[in-house]
């Protein structure tokens, strides 16, 4: 699962937080791997690395400060996540973070299962 997002971006803390909820379970469960990629200006980094501590995401944490993921994503919005395969191929994406999507998810997670 890669997700990004920017520390400004209060649908995206919500989803880091939703899926620190359930990342030991779809680690031990599905054997998942959660990466977060900040869009966030090299300006922000000591913001972005004071709320990774603070929250406790114990996820990857990758940044994007150029900006050429995203655009190479044609990532217009965020929170943007995709579900990515074991092959690497992109086989769900959605926009935005609302509750309920979680279970959304862990449905598109279970038909992409090999």
């Given at each position: 699962?890669?997700?990004l997002w920017a520390t400004w971006c209060g649908p995206?803390?919500?989803?880091?937080n939703a899926y620190k909820s359930v990342h030991e379970e779809?680690?031990?469960?599905?054997?998942?791997?959660?990466?977060?990629?900040?869009?966030?200006?090299?300006?922000?980094?000591?913001?972005?690395?004071?709320m990774i501590s603070s929250q406790g995401w114990n996820y990857t944490m990758l940044q994007?400060?150029?900006g050429a993921m995203a655009a190479d994503l044609n990532v217009r919005s965020i929170p943007?996540?995709?579900?990515?395969?074991?092959?690497?191929?992109?086989?769900?994406?959605?926009l935005g973070y609302y509750d309920g999507y979680l279970d959304k998810l862990e449905?598109?997670?279970?038909?992409?299962?090999k």
């Open positions: 699962i890669v997700s995206c803390r919500k989803e880091l779809w680690v031990k469960k599905y054997n998942v791997e959660f990466i977060a990629i900040s869009t966030d200006s090299p300006k922000s980094r000591n913001r972005m690395k004071s994007d400060h150029s943007m996540s995709y579900l990515v395969n074991g092959d690497g191929e992109i086989v769900n994406k959605h449905k598109e997670i279970k038909k992409h299962l």
